[in-house]
Each structure stands twice: as C-alpha cells, then as structure tokens.
C-alpha cells in the first residue's frame, strides 16, 4: 500500500513512519477472519485492513473524523492480524501513531476527554487505585450485580518465601499497578515458586505502571515519562548483575519488549532503554527452563483450561508456553478452541467499550469451558479480572498452581 503524504504532514516524522510501515500491506485480506472486532461487527473499517485504509486517508488528506477514532477505537490492539499477515505487517506500531495523529485531528468531546484522562490517572496511580478498591469492597454490596463482580475479591499473599538455599540469581520483577493493587498473590507466588530454584525477585520501589496504558490511549508524553522513571528505577539492579526483567503480566511484558523501539529516539535513555528491552521477559520464559520435578505439588484439581493471553501469543510470540509449563507439572488441561481470538479485555478496552467487550467475553468463556474445567487460568492481570467477573469457573494466574505453599 503506496500513501502520498498531506503538504502539512510531510516533515512529521509520526506520517512518515505511518508510510513505511503501510509499503508491507498487500491487502490480502487473511487479517479479517482473525480479527475479533471484524468478526463481532463484520464492518470492514473494524478490521485492520479497513483501519490500515482510515489511517491512510488521514495522512492523506491530513484530516480525520469521529468517525474515524471510533473505529480506531475499536481496535483490541491484540495482534492477531500481525501473527496472521503473510507480509509482517507492523500493524500495532501503525495502529499507535494513528490514534495519536487521529486523537489531534478530531479532538474527543470533553467528557470522553476527561474520561480517559480520570482513567489514565487513576489506574496508572497505584495508591489511587488500592484506596479505589478499599472502597469499592466495602460498597460491594450495595452495588448492581454487573458492577459488584468487577470488584476483584482481596486475597491473602502468602508468606514471603522461606530461603532453601542461597540465591544464585537475581531477577527484577515489575510490581506494576493493576495487578499489584488488585492481586498482590500473583508476584508472591512468583517469588515463593523461583525462590525454590535460588532465583530471588527484587523490587525497584520507584518503578511503577510499565506505560502501557497511557501509550495505548494516545498519551505518549505521559507513557514515555513512566518508561524513563522505571529505566532509572531499574539501572542500578542491572548493573549489579540482575539477569533479567521479568513481568507475571503478558501485557505489560510486552510493552517492556518495546522500551527502546519507543525511546530510540532519546539519547540520554535510548540504549539503557534497549537493554531493558533486551533483559525483558514474561514469567513463562523462566519458569520454562527449570525442572518443575523439583517441586512438590498438588495437581489434583480437575481440568484446568488455560487462557493464553493475545499479548502472550502475538506480542511475546509464545502461544504455547504456559500449556507446556502445566503439563509438565502434571496437571490435566482441559480442551478448548480459539485460543487466538482475544477475551475482550485489552486493557481499559473493556471499560471503554462495554458492549464488544462483554460479548468478546462470552465467546471466549464458552470456548474455555466446553470440557468443563474446573479452573481457568491466565497470564495476564486484565484477562483475569474481565473473566472473572462473569458467570464460570475460578480464574488464577497459571503461577498459583505451582506455588506449593497455595490453596487453590
């Protein structure tokens, strides 16, 4: 796909990048029937061909409408066209510097503006958001039933791990902020599980939110200022030695792997920024090369259905490493269908757009529960929430099935 840049747009790098990076499309088309919203609507401008095609006319015409942001909008930003495209079309790089070039063509009305602004803030805030679940606990019972069940239950931690042995190794894990205000168990299992290995965990207490979600909601300055403060968070673990970033959240991790693409251009953090890109992984990555033989568990729990997250598959590129982590551990998976089809969660997705979020949600809980596990597990924080809150089975994260010292 050829564009001819707008007069105004032809010095801005972002249209520029834009024009590179839409030579790959060949408008085939195999993205369409593995792209959920297209399939949810069967429109073709909520398809990635289609928003390849209002991004073009943008830059373009160096114009863009409503209606333009509403179907990119509309976008899971889960990848599975980039895993299908037969041309490695970079679409999730594309789709990012349309929103942000959209969102300055037709600025939003004022309460959609402050909307995103109060989500930005809040959720990215992590003691604004464990004070805004203290509270929303309290008030459960007074809430609808279809608000109630997004407020995530407060489980216990556990007890910090209990040294086997010297540690060997030492790994940073990302705290974040979702998954830290909302289950702290997940990076507490994490700890007891590799510390059995002599992996020890350790913490940066200035790091925070990995910037995703201000990145994804067209606040680059906002998100580039979190990647920076994690980078100096970080730097002094890395250069005593720590091997390697990990993330118990698919998602985040992936916005970790994308550290230096998106600070390339910044000399005072740009190689800092690819070298925590290269040092960053997910959970799955670790636990993968240890000998799981060595721990004493219980894997009598029934089936239990694993949900691969899209930032796990497409982003991360690792599809199958959780079902692989659990079968040799010795549990039963139950079977289930369209792994590649994302769960409707995609971050603030669901609480932006509700309607294809909770329908995405329903096809993927049947396609999970049709052998009637008795458990469901993800790999990543907003996954784990969004199908918690419906009808169905428990869902963990898969690391609280290998935490010996866990009652499932």
């Known amino acids: 796909m050829h564009i001819e840049l707008h007069n105004t747009l032809t010095d801005d790098p972002r249209a520029r990048q834009a024009q590179q990076l839409t030579r790959a499309c060949v408008h085939c088309g195999f993205c369409l029937e593995t792209c959920p919203t297209y399939l949810d609507q069967r429109d073709e401008r909520d398809s990635p061909r289609g928003r390849i095609y209002l991004i073009k006319q943008l830059m373009q015409e160096g114009e863009a409408s409503s209606s333009t942001l509403q179907h990119l909008d509309r976008c899971l930003t889960c990848r599975s066209c980039e895993t299908t495209c037969p041309s490695g079309m970079r679409y999730g790089e594309l789709l990012d510097i349309g929103r942000e070039m959209a969102e300055q063509a037709a600025p939003r009305p004022l309460h959609q503006r402050l909307l995103r602004w109060l989500l930005r803030k809040t959720i990215t805030t992590r003691p604004l958001l464990e004070t805004g679940l203290a509270v929303a606990r309290v008030l459960r019972p007074m809430l609808p039933a279809t608000l109630a069940t997004r407020i995530p239950v407060k489980k216990a931690s556990g007890e910090p791990p209990v040294r086997q042995a010297a540690a060997t190794r030492t790994m940073i894990v990302l705290d974040g902020c979702v998954q830290a205000a909302a289950t702290p168990q997940t990076n507490a299992a994490a700890r007891r599980v590799l510390d059995r290995f002599g992996i020890e965990l350790v913490s940066a207490r200035k790091a925070g939110c990995c910037g995703a979600l201000n990145h994804h909601l067209s606040a680059p300055g906002d998100a580039r200022g979190e990647l920076r403060r994690n980078i100096d968070a970080w730097w002094p673990l890395i250069e005593n030695g720590a091997e390697a970033i990990i993330s118990s959240a698919s998602g985040c991790g992936a916005m970790l792997t994308d550290y230096g693409r998106l600070l390339a251009d910044d000399p005072a953090y740009a190689t800092k920024a690819a070298r925590v890109a290269a040092l960053s992984c997910d959970l799955a990555q670790v636990i993968s090369t240890l000998p799981l033989e060595q721990l004493s568990l219980n894997t009598a729990v029934g089936k239990v259905a694993v949900h691969t997250p899209c930032?796990?598959?497409?982003?991360?590129?690792?599809?199958?490493?959780?079902?692989?982590?659990?079968?040799?551990?010795?549990?039963?998976?139950?079977?289930?269908?369209?792994?590649?089809?994302?769960?409707?969660?995609?971050?603030?997705?669901?609480?932006?757009?509700?309607?294809?979020?909770?329908?995405?949600?329903?096809?993927?809980?049947?396609?999970?529960?049709?052998?009637?596990?008795?458990?469901?597990?993800?790999?990543?924080?907003?996954?784990?929430?969004?199908?918690?809150?419906a009808d169905g089975p428990p869902v963990l994260h898969w690391i609280e099935l290998l935490d010996p010292s866990a009652n499932h």
């Open 311 to 389: 930032t796990l598959q497409h982003a991360l590129g690792q599809p199958d490493t959780v079902e692989t982590i659990l079968r040799q551990a010795g549990f039963e998976l139950a079977d289930t269908r369209d792994q590649h089809l994302c769960c409707g969660s995609a971050g603030s997705y669901s609480l932006l757009q509700k309607d294809i979020s909770a329908r995405l949600r329903e096809k993927k809980l049947d396609a999970l529960t049709a052998d009637k596990p008795a458990l469901i597990v993800s790999a990543n924080i907003g996954c784990q929430l969004h199908l918690h809150s």
